[in-house]
Structure formats: structure tokens, C-alpha cells
């Protein structure tokens, strides 16, 4: 299998992941007794936090990987 495949591979994993736990977020939030909003966390920051992993992983395992292949 070819590091791209590899890497794409990868990818769609975390991206399946991500949805995962957007699903679970807001199962967990519908379930969760009356609170102030202000004790939840952002769904945006959370988010972000996720992509920014995403491409943190990306960067430091495949992207250098796949510059020296091509």
C-alpha cells in the first residue's frame, strides 16, 4: 500500500472519529439535567481542538513522509 493510500487511510479515520464524537457530544448534551450553558463547553472550541489535533497528526506523521516520497 502506498504512503498516499496510507495517509488518506488515516484521514478518514480521524474524520470518522470526529463525527463520532460530535454524534456523542450531542447525545450527552440532550441527556444532560437543566445547567447554565455556562458550565458546557463551547461546541466551536471543542471543534476546533479536534482539527487542530487532526492536523497536528497529519503534519508530524505524513506530511513529511509523503514530501520525500514525491
Avoid: C, G, H
Wanted: zero cysteines; proline letters at 3%.
Amino acid at each position: 500500500m502506498s504512503m498516499s493510500k496510507v495517509a488518506v487511510n488515516f484521514y478518514d479515520k480521524i474524520s470518522a472519529l470526529e463525527r463520532e464524537v460530535q454524534k456523542l457530544k450531542t447525545q450527552a448534551f440532550f441527556a444532560l439535567p437543566s445547567r447554565s450553558a455556562s458550565e458546557l463547553y463551547p461546541m466551536k472550541e471543542i471543534t476546533r481542538a479536534l482539527k487542530r489535533t487532526r492536523d497536528n497528526i497529519w503534519r508530524s506523521r505524513y506530511a513529511k513522509k509523503s514530501a520525500r516520497v514525491s
